[in-house]
């Protein structure tokens, strides 16, 4: 068995692997690939993918759920599109390269964008706390998670302005409390399912309230949640595992339990990265993200070795992002608490041999 630490595409149940790898053979009497996405068990499928979503996140009434193409990076632009009001002006926190992202898309589509904090001063290894959130915007954007840094905000910036999240990388990781926020969009291929599925969770009243004078029906979220994301042909497969996977989440404790076997994965690593003088924690302690645990050697001199020693222990997906270095040990839901612990042993190892 192979312990998969990759950043996403990512691991997901073994068993929905098995169950995926059934309907590409049989679905209903057809594969899932070659079933019309407007045939009635699909559509079934469909149904069941969204109201997972509102079980797992305890989603209230007055908001819905569409799965959507363009991965996260066109939910930068459909955030900003959807969310333009009266003063075009939006305030974002810069808090690694995908909410630099964020802030790039809202700029071209006409957001007059305040960054009112940021945490590039310290190449974004911290989540920024002094700041003031402004009071004259449309909207406030932030990304729960940094995928690539490692910090992930233990606290949800606080507003009375509709709050809008990037939530690729840990939603479905810990509980949240969807009301408070009138936007969360976020990628599959992290907590949900395979790449090719973008999730919106969308309160009702910003629906149709837009005032880009530029919206492509497809950028529209009212299209999507009126046409129960059959607005054209959804990604079929991913939502079908999706489903699947949903199904698994909630068939093992939910989210409540997801978050206490993902704080146990996360004590554990940081618990030996804290306690080996070989290894350094890459982010501030008080923003570790839970999902993306980022570490360097101490000495890069032993870089070689270390590699060595955790591919030969069936480890895969432990380089940094290829924009800052070091390692990077991703734990997503899926992610066995006994995987961490094979890394931990190897860690232990390297530093017998070499400390
Ligand atoms: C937090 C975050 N936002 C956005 C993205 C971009 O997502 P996508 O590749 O689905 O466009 C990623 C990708 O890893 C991410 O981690």
Redesign the pocket.
Known sequence: MKHNFG??PCILPQEVFHQAADAVLDFNGLSILEVSHRHKDFVAVMDEAIDLVKKALHVPEGYSVAYLQG?????FTIAALNMMRDTKKAGYMNTGT?AS?AIKEAKKVGIDVNVFASSEDKKFSYIPKDYSIPSDADYIHF?S????YGTQFHAFPSTHLPLVC?M??DIFSKEINVADFDLIYA?A??NLGP?GA?LYIVKDEVLGKSTSPFMPTYLDLKQHVEKESMLNTPPVFSVYVAMLNLRNLMANGGVKAMEAKNNAKATMLYTEIDKNPLFNGSVAPEDRSKMNVTFTLNDEAHQAAFDLLWKSADIVGLPGHRSTGGYRASMYNALPLESVQVLVEVMREFTRKNG
Not at 71 to 75: D, F, K, M, R, W
């Open positions: 950043a996403g991965g996260a990076s066109l939910g995908w992202g990304t998670n940094n995928t690539i990037d690729s990388s990628g291929q992290k790449a973008t």
